[in-house]
């Protein structure tokens, strides 16, 4: 008698509310009353959590998976909020899928005051708005890097005649015959410091350059191969052993075999600055296909990153090292973005640090 009961209070609450209306929606429609028992939910949020509508009626939500309505990333729980000040409440909460993805999950709660329901109730709607989440960053981080390229071209410029001025003095003072070996050391010093800053430069312009070129199938293992001869001579200088584990008959990736290498020896750069202060260290890239997608791993032995610096990484003039631009890894996002791949860090400390670029293959002709 007792599950009549609840049953018919639940239909009521479905046909006065217009709730059959709310199975045609593609979010989570769920109906709690103020103990947080569940009244009722549309036909996505029974797809959602895999049951059926009559065997949920009346049960606490916290006990069928769905603590998430009040795990928000500001801390707040819409469901708590609402019943306490009557009025709409939102929140987003994140939530990790089975293959490690986050999802963004927004929950909204609308207070129903008792003459519409019994006793008050609360309407809960989630909803899956990852997709619009990626957008928007990917849209600021977008403006952020067309704003940075501007800036990078304009001091670039401004700084580069100046530059020439003293770069081209102090190689004449250099040649003098009348310079004590105190103040020949101090010009040579202002020399190398000259030639750094050209260095910084020749990057910002490099930075501030479109990277897109005409797309070709790229044959992934041989660019892997000719930046491993590129840079192999500086790891042997710094004690870094360098090797290589490639995939047999490799699918071919769509991209651009330049800015392939380019990227490959920004991040043997990172790899190795990293390193080099500690005399020996190990660099290793590896090919594979995975799931419709060809990827390079570059992995070191290096001190590793705090991870507490790790949202930083890609970011433009961000560096954890006393040398160099901050601009190799922003460069090698940047261009992976616009080839459609992926780029992802993963890295502790005194665990080294591993980078893996997910690219899309080669179009069959």
Do not use: W
Request: net charge negative; charged share 25%; hydrophobic share 35%.
């Amino acid at each position: 008698m007792k599950n009549k009961k609840k049953t018919e209070h639940s239909e009521f609450s479905r046909q006065g509310l217009g709730f059959d209306l709310l199975d045609e929606v593609d979010s989570d429609v769920l109906m709690l009353d103020i103990k947080g028992r569940l009244l009722d939910l549309n036909r996505h949020a029974q797809k959602t959590l895999g049951v059926q509508r009559d065997s949920v009626l009346g049960q606490d939500f916290r006990q069928l998976g769905l603590e998430t309505l009040c795990s928000v990333e500001d801390g707040t729980c819409p469901f708590e909020e609402t019943k306490k000040s009557q009025e709409r409440t939102e929140g987003v909460h994140l939530q990790e899928s089975s293959d490690g993805k986050v999802k963004y999950i927004r929950v909204r709660a609308y207070p129903l005051q008792d003459a519409v329901v019994s006793g008050g109730a609360v309407l809960i709607s989630r909803k899956d708005i990852t997709g619009q989440v990626l957008v928007e960053q990917q849209l600021q981080q977008s403006q952020k890097m067309a704003a940075i390229g501007e800036l990078s071209t304009y001091i670039a410029h401004e700084i580069r005649n100046p530059l020439f001025a003293i770069g081209g003095f102090a190689n004449a003072l250099s040649r003098s015959q009348n310079l004590s070996a105190q103040e020949r050391e101090k010009v040579q010093i202002i020399l190398a410091e000259a030639r750094r800053l050209e260095n910084i430069l020749k990057s910002l312009l490099n930075f501030a350059q479109p990277t897109e070129g005409r797309l070709e199938s790229v044959d992934l293992n041989s660019v892997v191969e000719q930046s491993i001869a590129l840079m192999g001579p500086s790891c042997e200088q710094f004690g870094v052993c360098v090797s290589s584990v490639l995939q047999d008959h490799l699918d071919p990736v769509q991209g651009v075999s330049e800015l392939l290498k380019q990227c490959i020896i920004n991040m043997m750069k990172n790899s190795l600055e990293a390193m080099e202060e500690l005399g020996h260290g190990e660099l290793v890239l590896r090919t594979e296909s995975v799931g419709g997608y060809v990827m390079l791993h570059v992995e070191d032995t290096g001190p590793g990153i705090p991870h507490d610096k790790l949202e930083d990484v890609f970011n433009p003039f961000f560096s954890t090292k006393n040398k160099g631009s901050g601009l190799g890894l922003a460069m090698t996002k940047k261009i992976v973005d616009n080839l459609g791949g992926a780029l992802k860090l993963e890295s502790e400390l005194g665990s080294g640090t591993h980078i893996s670029v997910q690219l899309r293959p080669a179009v069959s002709s």
